[in-house]
Nanobody, 124 residues
Framework: QVQLQESGPGLVKPSQTLSLTCTVS??????????WSWVRQPPGKGLEWMGA???????YYSPSLKSRTSISRDTSKNQFTLQLSSVTPEDTAVYYC????????????????WGQGTQVTVSS
């Protein structure tokens, strides 16, 4: 059973870069055909797919966030990370890491495995 766990600071100041890490156990981030994504949910809103890194290391980003988002991985640690730059209070959300082997990787409903989520608040 694949398990994912998010980690990172819960409070980030405006204009800074938000950095989160997802540690994967019970499976490898190089497993064929898997997409490893970051999804967030702002207060009172639905799930928003932010971007993904594939089993080969290719990356895909939401067009609305592409200019501020970077996803990378460390295969030796079986981790992948999110960096979101120039944050504002509108980036306050619960951030999830998730995994799917579906080609519909930009649709949160197709994800099989989820982390518990971590609250990130952007405030001075």
């Amino acid at each position: 059973q694949v398990q994912l766990q998010e980690s990172g600071p819960g409070l980030v100041k405006p204009s800074q870069t938000l950095s989160l890490t997802c540690t994967v156990s019970g499976g490898s981030i190089t497993t064929t055909y898997y997409y490893w994504s970051w999804v967030r949910q702002p207060p009172g809103k639905g799930l928003e797919w932010m971007g993904a890194i594939t089993f080969t290391g290719n990356t895909y980003y939401s067009p609305s966030l592409k200019s501020r988002t970077s996803i990378s991985r460390d295969t030796s640690k079986n981790q992948f990370t999110l960096q979101l730059s120039s944050v504002t209070p509108e980036d306050t959300a619960v951030y999830y890491c998730a995994a799917t082997n579906s080609g519909y990787y930009s649709h949160p409903g197709w994800y099989d495995y989820w982390g518990q989520g971590t609250q990130v608040t952007v405030s001075s």
